[in-house]
């Protein structure tokens, strides 16, 4: 699950914690958007968010996505062992919060919740690679190739809904695949003992589903439900999982410990605390605040892996620099536009 802010309101669909937040919000940017009616913004998690604390609560959440492809490489299981496991303990914490809702605002529409489903299948798909991305290459640089669903996302708008690509977008583009190529080490000197190729094809792979599960959430929208749709996501991402993971790596249903710790903190606090101290501060903050701060997600988790005893090259350092750049300037408000808001 990640985190959204699109223009001047934020979106917290249930996104998945990656680190991928400020990507999708300069995915978000790279189209240009036909302005359309406002919708009254759905009831928000009750976790509390007093005046001149969202910054924390942002970066605590940040912290939170970053740490998580180190609670996936300490686990020790293997792909479809992590993201099944993951999902499925983070429904011991979601199903209780979903029920709450629901009982508060009613049943979900079935056209949303089928978006949903749709949703959450290409997020158990992304979870499968994202996690043999951080067994191939680490925990600092996946962070950082997940980042490709920028260049990923507005292509799905452009082909599915016509929406235009913005120039900015045509132009970092490139230069945004090139830094993934040389972040993953398919270009340059790769780490010692990492596999470049399988880590970029799998980091790309994770990143193209994860466009296509923020895409859909995106047409679905949290409306009045917030929670329902990161439950639903979240138990379509499991059974997903599950079936891809099943036939790929196979499934430990009994990893042992301290794997079991490792997957726990994975999916309650890389993944729910995560959203719901995000969710909370998000919307309390300027969109260009908010989208920098989630920036601090793919840097974090560098540092992280880097503190771990990860060792990326110069080349592959360069290459998630590129990417961050690139990500930053696609997504930052044009200065005309910042004074006009004002």
């Known amino acids: 699950m990640s985190f959204v802010t699109r223009g001047s309101k934020s979106m917290a669909s249930g996104e998945r914690a990656t680190g991928a937040g400020a990507g999708a919000e300069a995915g978000a940017r790279a189209v240009e958007t036909v ?10 998690p009750t976790l509390p ?19 998580s492809a180190i609670f996936m490489k300490f686990s020790g299981t293997n792909a479809g062992t992590g993201a099944f ?8 914490l979601l199903v209780p919060l979903a029920w709450r809702e629901l009982r508060r605002v009613g049943p979900r529409p079935l056209r949303y919740g089928l978006m949903d489903i749709g949703a959450g299948v290409l997020l158990g798909v992304d979870m499968v690679f994202w996690a043999a991305a951080v ?23 452009r082909l599915i809904s016509g929406t235009r690509l913005t120039g900015r ?5 490139p230069l945004m695949l090139a830094g993934v190529a040389l972040a993953s080490g398919a270009l340059g000197h790769p780490q010692s003992g990492s596999d470049p190729v399988a880590g970029a094809t799998f980091g790309t792979a994770s990143g193209v589903a994860y466009a296509g599960y923020l895409f859909l959430m995106r047409l679905g929208g949290g409306r009045e439900h917030t929670i329902t749709p ?30 079991w710790g490792w997957l726990i903190a994975l ?3 890389g993944q729910v605390l995560a959203w719901l101290l995000i969710t909370a501060a998000l919307p309390r903050l300027a969109p260009n605040v908010g989208a920098a701060l989630l920036l601090l997600q793919p840097v974090m988790a560098f540092g992280l892996g880097v503190a771990i005893g990860e060792r990326p090259t110069l080349t592959q350092a360069v290459g998630c620099a590129v990417v961050v750049a690139a990500v930053w300037y696609t997504g930052r408000t044009p200065r005309g536009r910042r004074r006009v808001s004002a």
Request: proline content about 8%; overall charge positive; hydrophobic content about 60%.
């Open 230 to 259: 990161v439950c639903v996501s979240t138990a379509a991402a499991a059974a997903a999982a599950a079936v891809m993971g099943g036939l790929w790596t196979g499934i430990d249903l009994n990893p042992g410990w301290p794997a």
């Open 49 to 67: 968010a007093q005046a001149g604390r969202p910054v924390v609560l942002a970066l605590a959440g940040s912290a939170c996505i970053s740490a």
């Open 85 to 92: 496991l993951r999902c499925a303990l983070a429904l011991f």
């Open 169 to 173: 977008f045509l132009l970092m583009a």
């Open 135 to 157: 067994l191939n290459v680490g925990a600092s640089v996946t962070t950082v190739l997940l980042n490709v669903q920028v260049v990923v996302f507005p292509l799905l708008a």
């Open 35 to 44: 302005p359309g009616p406002r919708r009254r913004p759905g009831p928000l």
């Open 267 to 269: 999916a309650f606090v």
